[in-house]
T-cell receptor
Framework: AAGVIQSPRHLIKEKRETATLKCYPI?????VYWYQQGPGQDPQFLIS???????DKGSIPDRFSAQQFSDYHSELNMSSLELGDSALYFC???????????FGPGTRLTVL | AQKVTQAQTEISVVEKEDVTLDCVYE???????LFWYKQPPSGELVFLIR??????QNEISGRYSWNFQKSTSSFNFTITASQVVDSAVYFC????????????FGQGTRLTINP
């Protein structure tokens, strides 16, 4: 069965650079969630989209923005990167806002 | 406010032992969902189970079983006859009906199964 696709899988950036993470949900899934997992920590909710509209927002820095496109894929844009942004970024998708969230493999971002 | 507590930070057992991972949650909602996810060393998050707040039936899937008790706000996970491949970090998570279903995770329990 098709799973959530995230790209790139690994990303290395310098401080103050920008990064764009992409997420392709499971086909027919209309809801996308982004989570950030720091080293040794649990995943923290950043933002979610349902039918291309932002549905909820968590502890997402103002330097980050995200959107969901007409084909339901989503992108997380991160600017002015800081060392503390180094983390594993997960995208998850569900068929509806009440569905089970299935996670992608994650993008490991390293900021040097 | 939502909160999930996994008091066991790390557990280490010998293969074939049974092991129970504890999860206690807090929520004000009457409708909510509980989950367990497995994160192996490779890093992905693998869905294991979802229960809704109206279904307190325990569930068994092979060597895995889950015990949901609303009276104690607990959703514990037992692995029977553990295997080395069960070694991973296990997360318990909660989502509320009216919070756009975002997941709130516990701190995770690192389970090590020794041969």
């Amino acid at each position: 069965a098709a799973g959530v696709i995230q790209s790139p899988r690994h990303l290395i950036k310098e401080k103050r650079e920008t990064a764009t993470l992409k997420c392709y949900p499971i086909p027919r899934h209309d809801t996308v969630y982004w989570y950030q997992q720091g080293p040794g920590q649990d995943p923290q909710f950043l933002i979610s989209f349902y039918e291309k509209m932002q549905s909820d927002k968590g502890s997402i820095p103002d330097r980050f923005s995200a959107q969901q496109f007409s084909d339901y894929h989503s992108e997380l844009n991160m600017s002015s990167l800081e060392l503390g942004d180094s983390a594993l970024y997960f995208c998850a998708s569900t068929l509806t806002a009440r569905g089970t969230q299935y996670f992608g493999p994650g993008t490991r971002l390293t900021v040097l | 406010a939502q909160k999930v507590t996994q008091a066991q930070t790390e557990i280490s057992v010998v293969e074939k032992e049974d092991v129970t991972l504890d999860c206690v949650y807090e929520t004000r909602d009457t409708t909510y969902y509980l989950f367990w996810y497995k994160q192996p060393p490779s890093g992905e998050l693998v869905f294991l189970i979802r229960r809704n707040s109206f279904d307190e039936q325990n569930e068994i899937s092979g060597r895995y079983s889950w015990n949901f008790q609303k009276s104690t706000s607990s959703f514990n996970f037992t692995i029977t006859a553990s295997q080395v491949v069960d070694s991973a970090v296990y997360f318990c998570a909660l989502s509320e009906e009216y919070r756009a279903q975002k997941l709130v995770f516990g701190q995770g329990t690192r389970l090590t199964i020794n041969p």
